[in-house]
């Protein structure tokens, strides 16, 4: 008799190990060709492997519950001649062993989904993996094996016929309700492929999968992109954030900024709803001075800052950028209009400095001119608010006890929970909602 080695195979998912749940034979069983031996466990399923020789069952090299990589040997089979031993049913590596690169699949006889249920985890003790590999004898001749007849079906223990199937393909029946049994396989050697199922079962053909990188771009990251990058983790992962959010009615905004465009001092100054925000955050921290401080953690101190250095965030071919309005605490509106129109106008054309775009005390990101209603910004490092902007619409608004349509914003503050407790950041942004619904209230700060 030869000893064969019978390595555990890739079960057709791309898996690289499987665990052994339990066998159905023992040494010293006699088997035949097609019997299941073991039962294991992929990453998707309990799958049932049969045996591709006849024989006898020399010796177990894997446990229950030990975890074996594909290609490493499980089970030593005394085979019982030439005749018994049956030949790989897909290519011409055998079952088991590498060929070109990678573990041939097992198909054809190949691994059945298993019908019983998973086995819990729970209990199982570890077993240490003990792969032994058998003494073989001395060399003995070679059995030629045949190449599969595509007619030739294979013939169950139980004698019935099982179809050549890949594992993905039987899985593919199986869901679809197609019996194999009744197939003729299209593809080399009889073997039933997933089209023939498809078209049994009356499914369109599935449209094969792109190869990797196919209609794919890749872009170095470098420069702005990864700056910000690198600075949003950072945030994100340093600063304990915290967003909350306010719905306000900014028709007396809209209506002042008319009003306005109409006044001889404005006349050729672009008056935006992000002015009348920088103007109104500016003023709310006068009131709230923590969401215009700093955490200094090695120091271990907070510090404060009699200055607003407002950052502001604009999107450029480049990416994100968040220059800085210096002291906006100490310009008027028109002041800050100008400086803004100045900011977005450089950033644009790509030609702000890295000098501007750093010592930030407190931010705006208008996501509003993207049409958003709003979102939760991450604080740029260093910062301990950010206000985000939203869209602003016309929208059904309740007006001393009558509904009627408003011009309607969103805002939203993200704060560093470390530097701002909730109710700092609660009263930070209604009075900048309340500056954005009544303009006039800024005569009272």
């Not at 690169?101 to 059945?112: D, E, F, K, Q, S």
């Not at 070679?142 to 016929?161: D, I, K, L, R, T």
């Not at 605490?329 to 900011?343: H, N, P, V, Y």
Request: proline share 9%; with cysteine.
């Amino acid at each position: 008799m030869a000893l064969k080695h019978f390595p555990l195979p890739d079960v057709g998912e791309g898996l690289t190990e499987a665990e052994i749940l339990g066998w159905r034979v023992q040494p010293g069983d006699a088997v035949t060709v097609n019997q299941v031996i073991v039962e294991i466990e992929t990453a998707k399923a309990s799958v049932e492997l049969p045996c591709p020789w006849a024989g006898t069952v020399r010796e177990l090299l894997a446990e229950p519950g030990q975890t074996v990589e594909v290609g490493s040997p499980i089970i030593a089979i005394d085979l019982e001649g030439s005749a018994g031993e049956a030949a790989p049913a897909e290519g011409s590596g055998k079952i088991g062993e590498e060929s070109n690169g990678r573990i041939a699949t097992l198909v054809g006889y190949g691994p059945r989904t298993a019908s019983a249920k998973r086995r819990p985890r729970k209990g199982r003790e570890p077993v240490a993996a003990q792969v032994v590999q058998a003494p073989v004898p001395e060399p003995v001749a070679q059995v030629s094996v045949p190449e599969p007849v595509a007619v030739a079906p294979a013939v169950a223990q139980q004698g019935g016929y099982v179809p050549l199937a890949k594992p993905p393909v039987r899985k593919l029946a199986k869901d679809l309700g197609v019996d194999l049994t009744a197939l003729s396989g299209s593809g080399s050697g009889g073997v039933i492929t997933r089209e023939d199922v498809q078209s049994a079962a009356g499914a369109p053909p599935a449209v094969p999968a792109a190869e990797p990188g196919a209609r794919e771009r890749r872009v170095p990251i470098k420069g702005v992109r990864k700056a910000t990058a690198q600075a949003m983790v950072d945030s994100a992962f340093t600063a304990p954030h915290v967003t909350e959010f306010l719905t306000i009615d900014v028709t007396p905004m809209m209506e002042l900024r008319e009003r306005l465009k109409s006044h001889p001092e404005f006349r050729g100054v672009k008056i935006t709803p992000l002015a009348f925000a920088a103007k109104a955050v500016c003023l709310a921290a006068r009131r709230t001075p923590d969401v215009n401080a700093t955490w200094d953690g090695p120091a271990g101190e907070i510090v404060y800052k009699d200055y607003v250095h407002l950052g502001i965030a604009a999107a450029t071919p480049r990416g994100l950028v968040v220059p800085k309005v210096r002291d906006a605490d100490q310009m008027s509106l028109k002041e800050l209009a100008e400086a803004l129109e100045r900011l977005a106008t450089t950033a644009r054309e790509g030609k702000t400095t890295p000098a501007e775009m750093v010592g930030g005390t407190i931010t705006i990101t208008n996501v509003g001119v993207f049409g958003v209603d709003t979102g939760t910004p991450i604080l740029n490092p260093g910062e301990s608010a950010i206000l985000a902007l939203g869209a602003i619409r016309d929208m059904p608004w309740v007006v001393d006890g009558q509904v009627v349509p408003r011009k309607v914003c969103q805002l939203a503050l993200s704060f560093d929970h470390r530097v701002v407790d909730g109710q700092q950041g609660s009263q930070f942004l209604a009075d900048v909602g309340a500056l954005l619904a009544d303009p006039s209230m800024a005569i009272t700060y």
